[in-house]
Each structure stands twice: as C-alpha cells, then as structure tokens.
C-alpha cells in the first residue's frame, strides 16, 4: 500500500493523517511476526477514540447548546420581534381625531348626608384657549426650560423615561415623571391618567408621531391650553387671570415662571393655601425654571439676577361656593385627592382629575346640624364682631368641626365668616396652636404606658404635683420653667385638680416623667401630625401646629374608647356611576380603653369645676347632659381653644388671630369688646359658649358616658381642701389688675379635707400619705414663652 492510500486508509477509520516523519524512513507494514498489520492497530485505537468522544459529548451537549452563537442568536430574535411589534403598534395606533372624554371638562356634584338635597355644583368650564402668538416668546419658554429642555430638538419622546414609567407601573411603584412635553399633551389630550403598559405605549407612538405631523408650536400651544394650574384653572388664560387678574399676553417672565412651576403640584405652591414649606419647594421650582433659561440662553444672566419672585393675587371663588359651601366642597375636594394619591397618583393628578369633573360626593354633612353651627356661631361671637367700630375685630377668624364619634363622620363645618371674603377654611388649617387642649394626650399617654413621676410613683388622676409656677422641670437635660397663668402658685395640687385649672408648671413635668417621645408618638396614633417635631419639654403646652378637624379626631378618639376616629367629610363618592372606594373613618385600638375613658373622666371636671364651668356647665340649655372637655389659649393670645364631647358628638372649636390685610398672626386680645382680664380672650370665653349653644341644640336625648375606669371627676368627687394660699407678688395676679374669666370655685361646691398646711419646703411630685390638697386658684393658667400663656 501506497503511504497516500494508507492515509486515506486511516481517514476513513476516524483518524487524521500521520505526519510525516523527519527521519524519512520507511514505515513497514509489520513490525514483526505474528504481528498485526499497522492499519489494523491504526483502525482499533481510532475506534476507541471515536467511543471515547461520544461518552464525553452525552456531558457535554447542554454546554454545546449554550454557546455565544446561539444566545446572540435568539438575542437577536427577540429584538426583531420587538422590533416587529412595535412597527405593528406603530402602523395600528393612529392619532385620534378628537380630544379624550376627560378633556371636556364635566360638572361635580356635591350633596348633603341624605343624598338628595343639593349643596353645590362646580365645574363651569374654566379655559380658554389662546394662540401661541398671544403668548410672549419668553414665557413660552418658561415652560420648556421647566418640563423638557430638550423639547426643540427632540423626537418627542423620552424613551428612558417612558421604559421607567412602564417597569414601575409592572412592579406596582405608581406614577413616575420624566415624559416630554408632547408626551404630556398626548396624555392629557388624546387619552387618560390610567397609570397602565397599555397606555403607556399608546402614549409613545402616538407622541412620536405627532411630532411628525405637527410643528412644536402647535404641540406647546396645545400643551399650556390643556394643563391645569390649580384653583380650577385649566390653560395658561385661566391661569394667568387666576394668579394675577391679567390676560397671557400680558404675563412677565417672572410671572409665566411661577405658573410653569405650578404645574409639577398646583395646589402645593398654591402661594395662597401652600405651607411654609410649599412656598418654599414654590420658589425653589421658580428658580429653577429661570436659571433654566439662562443655561439656554433664553434668558440674559443680568436680567435674570434682578428678577423677584412675583406674589400671586389671592384666588376669587367660583360664586356657587358662597358662605359655608365652599368650605365644604374645598375639604371634600382635598380628601378625595388624597384617596386618589393613596391609590398611586401624583398630587398634582390627582388634583387635576378631581378638577376634570364627573364625581358625585355625598357628604356626611348634617344640614339641620350644619344651620345649628352657623347659628351657634352667628349668636354667641360674630354679631359682636363690629369692624368699623373697632378694627381688632376684623382680625378674628372661627373655625369649627363636629364630629359623630362612633362612625367619623362629620356632620357640620365652620370654616370662616365667608367663602367669597375668607379663602382659608378655618376648620382645616393647622397653623395656630392648639395649646392646653393638648395636655389631655399627656396624661394619655402616662395612662396608657403606665408612666411613673420622677420618684416612681405611679401617675394617674390623683397623682400629686408641685403646681408652683415657673418651677423648673426635673428629669430633662432641656431647661424648661413655664410660669402659671397670671404666674399663680398652686403648691400641691392633684393631677384631676391640674388639669381643671390647667396648671402649666404641672403638665410640663408631667411631659418629662412619661418621656416627651412617648408622648409625641401617641399624639400622632391618636390623630396630630407630630412628624418632625422636636421631643422638648415645650411641646407639653401644646406648642405644634393643629386644627378643628385634627383636635375632633382626637378627641372622638378619647370618646371612642381609645379606638382610633379619623374625621371623614366624604360618605360616598360616584365617578361618571361607578363607585369609588374611601377609606373606613374607623381605626384600630391606639391606646387601651382604660387609659382613654380616665381622661374622659378628668375632663369632666374642666367643665363642671374648672375653665369651662360657666360658659358650658353654667349653660341653661344643658338639662344634666354630661360633658367632658378642655380649654386652651395659645402664645400671646394668638388662638382660643374648646374641645369637647357627649357621648355621641365631639365638637371642636376654634378662634384665630389673623391680620385682616397681611394675613399675619396676631393676639385676639380686645375683639369685641366685651371681655374682662385686660382683654384677653380665653377658650372659656367665646369658643366654649359657641360650644354649649350648638352642642345643646344638636345633641338630641340625654346622654351618659359609659368609662371603664375608677378615677377622675365623673366617677369620684373632686377634693377641695380648706388650706389657703398666696398668690404671687407679680402684678398680673392681683384681683384688682387681672379678673378671672374662668369660675371661681367655693369651698362649698367639694368636700372639705384635712386642713394641713404644707411646709416650706418644696412639694413633692407624689402624695405622701397624709397629704392634703390645696384649693386651686380661680384664676386659669399661663403660656411658658408669653405673659399670656395657654389655659
């Protein structure tokens, strides 16, 4: 054989060619006898081979499979497919030849608690569209350099933005910015605010192809006719008319800033109803659309260093919202888009979609209840107020809330003398003190965490503490000494006897014994927003900011047996027939039965023996209808608290200090001109009269409460012992200076007691055993930072 065909030869059997030899010698067919032919060797070790390889391909076939080839391959499948698909959707999704539904702008309908009798009607259709020529150029380019600086050049669509928005509506996260504005037009135009995949995608083909068909011009004309601005205002001629009572052709730069700014959250930088910390995310976004400009040289650098922030007007109702309506339908308004953020919407969506209309609210508005409010009012405070005679009066603003404790509702809303003169509500702003109506979340929470004073005794409604005024707290690395109304000294004095009084010095150590943390924790399950605050000894005196409405929830709470009563404005809500879910008023257990029905028992003592005696026990109207509740008066006689409750109606009312004309906060003090102690306003005074007049009138039956405990004034006689005291040698404490708005309390009225004279020495926190209490003074407490403090 040949070596050529002894090469093919081993071919065949599976082997490759031998290679040749350097020796060049010969390879002989045999190697000696017997032996076997070297193609015969050749062909066996090549069959063994061959096996060999087919064992090792069975282990290694999934790996074969795998290889770079075949996942760049089915890669590359997968993105013809979706290249594929999206021409499909692309050719398939045409741009609609009418606005969406939600762009023609629907009525909201607003009724009573029984349905049927009408409260008011909003959405009149409140834009109207101009051309982009009456636009001056700068402003146009407000809102580019605010929502897409890119918008000249771009192809219309944020495809990052857009795959963000699509991963996070996948995965439940809600709404997420970033779209383009042709992408804000398309939505707010063509289709919905569904926060879907579908959606989504509809909303970039049908961008891209606008872009395509349409000059930028006519996309940004669309864009600032068709957003919402706040204050029902949808177009920039709404808005400019509603921020700054001129048509758009008139808007300065600075002016078409702040209305581009609004569009991110328009009721948020609202200047009018925006906290302090909305107008300061306001001014942020305002400047930020400026220096925008400047960055796209729209904007000279010079110019841009001079401009000031341009203060809105303040905002004219629409005329269906006179006198208390608006109040009403504005609070409806707010809970409903909070539902609707709740459920994953932004703010200013969910503001907008309220706006769009189709919503029919039924209330939880009692309307014989809300006329008994008014009335109550109307009587007891407002047809005393005369502004032209005496200026102070035009400077106090009431506020007020009723609510059922057992369902949430609430069935009547005081918000202001008038929609139309007064566009804050009253009811629902959280910029005034509470005061000493917070003290009784303090002794809650001693209650309900089983807190002991400083020398471990435990603290409930007969706990002794040292009632001199100014003492210093002990137990706090924060020095804090409030004084006591009028700076009176009380000496010792029980916690049931503290809290009729409303003895500072008293609850300030009481805060610090149970540990300001606790304290501010179980306010915020009982329903005030405490988020933030410092946990210092001054918050005892109720220092936060907090409303009616809040001061209802929590003391519904109280009455509600420790369980958890979140007001509720709205009872049922329709959207275009279907319903839409609201949240249940009622709540979990917050703090233990025990612990709530005890203050509720205390608090029966402030209006039977203490701050309130007059105004509400002494009421004729009241026919043995037990009452519990607190009087507060905050820092330099800024606001004037009561809050109180029946078994089956809890009210809180307010009075603010408001500068009629630059809205700033200011005392109370010689409104009316009818009241005694150097003027001074308390919540005994006008608040708690307009209490008892509505509360009387309203309550129905008579009613008594039904506490779980053995402490407090509703269940054990309040002792008032023989001993007598010294008031103080400051001047606000002489009868002759200061007179006493709250009841005196004659010996007469309690049980005497021993007649022991405490020593001289400094009172203790708790009561050794045969202490005795001393009467308290007639004269209600003092304010830590002011000479009129809260009561």
């Known amino acids: 054989m040949g070596r050529a065909e002894e090469r093919r030869a081993r071919q065949r059997s599976g082997r490759r060619a031998a290679p040749k030899r350097s020796t060049g010698t010969t390879v002989s067919a045999s190697v000696g006898p017997g032996a076997a032919p070297v193609g015969s060797r050749v062909a066996a070790r090549a069959g063994a081979r061959a096996d060999s390889k087919k064992g090792k391909g069975k282990k290694g076939g999934i790996r074969r499979f795998f290889t770079w080839k075949t996942v760049l391959g089915s890669l590359f499948t997968f993105v013809l497919l979706v290249m594929g698909a999206f021409a499909l959707l692309y050719m398939m999704t045409p741009i609609p030849d009418e606005a969406n539904a939600a762009a023609q702008l629907e009525s909201n309908v607003y009724y009573y608690n029984d349905g049927k009798t ?23 380019h407000t809102f580019v350099a605010a929502e897409n600086k890119t918008f000249y050049n771009d192809a219309g669509v944020d495809l990052k933005g857009t795959a963000r928005g699509i991963l996070n509506t996948l995965s439940g996260k809600g709404a997420q910015g970033g779209s383009t504005i042709t992408q804000q037009y398309v939505k707010n135009y063509y289709l919905t605010q569904n926060q879907t995949v579908t959606r989504k995608l509809k909303e970039l083909v049908i961008s891209l192809k606008l872009d395509r068909q349409k000059s930028k011009d006519y996309i940004l004309a669309g864009y600032i006719n068709t957003s919402y601005y706040g204050r029902g205002a949808y177009g920039i001629q709404a808005a400019a008319q509603a921020y700054y009572r001129k048509d758009a052709k008139h808007l300065t730069v600075e002016e078409g800033a702040y209305l581009a700014a609004l569009l991110q959250a328009p009721n948020q930088y609202d200047w009018a109803i925006a906290t302090n910390t909305g107008k300061q995310l306001a001014q942020a976004r305002w400047n930020y659309v400026l220096n925008n400009m400047v960055g796209q040289h ?4 010079g110019k841009r260093a001079a401009m000031k922030f341009p203060v809105p007007m303040d905002p004219k109702p629409a005329p269906a919202l006179k006198g208390e309506a608006g109040y009403m339908v504005d609070a409806a308004n707010t809970a409903l888009e909070n539902q609707l953020v709740a459920q994953g919407s932004t703010q200013a969506e969910a503001e907008a979609r309220v706006k769009r209309g189709g919503w029919t609210i039924t209330l939880n508005i009692d309307r014989k209840k809300q006329a008994q409010l008014e009335r109550a009012v109307k009587d007891e405070l407002t047809s005393k107020l005369n502004p032209k005679e005496r200026a102070k009066d035009a400077d106090v603003q009431p506020g007020a809330v009723s609510v059922d404790p057992k369902t949430g509702r609430v069935l009547a809303m005081y918000g202001g003398l008038d929609y139309f003169k007064h566009y804050v509500n009253n009811a629902t702003r959280r910029d005034y003190q509470p005061a000493s109506t917070f003290k009784p979340v303090i002794l809650a929470t001693a209650l309900d965490q089983q807190a002991k004073t400083q020398d471990g005794q435990a603290i409930d ?68 927003d405490t988020k933030g605050l410092p946990a210092v000894p001054a918050q005892t005196l109720g220092s936060m900011g907090a409303s009616p409405m809040e001061m209802a929830g929590v003391y519904a709470t109280l009455d509600n047996h420790g369980r958890k009563v979140t007001p509720a404005i709205i009872q049922k809500v329709l959207f275009r027939g279907g319903d839409f879910a609201m949240p249940n008023p009622i709540g979990g257990q917050v703090i233990s039965p025990q612990a709530a029905d005890t203050v509720t028992s205390v608090l029966t003592g402030v209006v039977d023996d203490g701050t309130a005696r007059d105004s509400v026990a002494g009421n004729s109207e009241r026919n043995d209808q037990q009452v519990a509740g607190k009087t507060g008066t905050s820092d330099s006689n800024k606001s004037a608290w009561f809050t109180g409750y029946t078994p089956n109606l809890v009210t809180s009312v307010g009075l603010f200090g408001q500068d009629a004309k630059t809205g700033a906060q200011v005392t109370l003090a010689h409104a009316t001109g009818l009241t005694d102690s150097g003027g001074r306003i308390n919540g005994g005074n006008y608040p708690a009269k307009i209490w008892a007049a509505y509360t009387f009138s309203a309550m129905g ?22 001993l007598t005291h010294s008031p103080t040698s400051s001047p606000s ?59």
């Open 118 to 140: 009408l409260l008011a009607r909003t959405g009149d259709l409140n834009r109207e569209n101009v051309d982009l020529s009456q636009v001056p150029k700068d402003v146009q």
């Open 298 to 301: 729209w904007l000279d650098a």
């Open 461 to 528: 409604a007969n706990t002794i503490y040292d009632g001199t005024s100014g003492r210093p707290v002990k137990g706090s690395a924060i020095a804090f000494d409030p004084p006591n109304e009028d700076n009176h000294n009380y000496g010792p004095i029980s916690v049931q006897r503290a809290m009729d009084d409303s003895v500072n010095s008293v609850f300030a150590q009481m805060g610090v014994d149970v540990g300001m943390q606790k304290v501010l924790k179980v306010a915020d399950s009982l329903g005030l």
């Open 701 to 722: 039956s008579v009613t008594k409460f039904e506490l779980d405990t053995q402490q407090g004034a509703a269940v054990q006689p309040t002792v008032s012992p023989s």
């Open 733 to 791: 404490s002489s009868p002759s200076t200061s007179k006493d708005p709250s009841p005196s309390k004659s010996a007469s009225s309690k049980p005497p007691t021993s007649s022991t004279s405490p020593s001289n020495s400094k009172p203790p926190t708790s009561p050794p055993p045969s202490a005795s209490i001393p009467p308290t003074s007639s004269k209600p407490p003092v304010d830590p930072i002011d000479p009129n403090p809260p009561q």
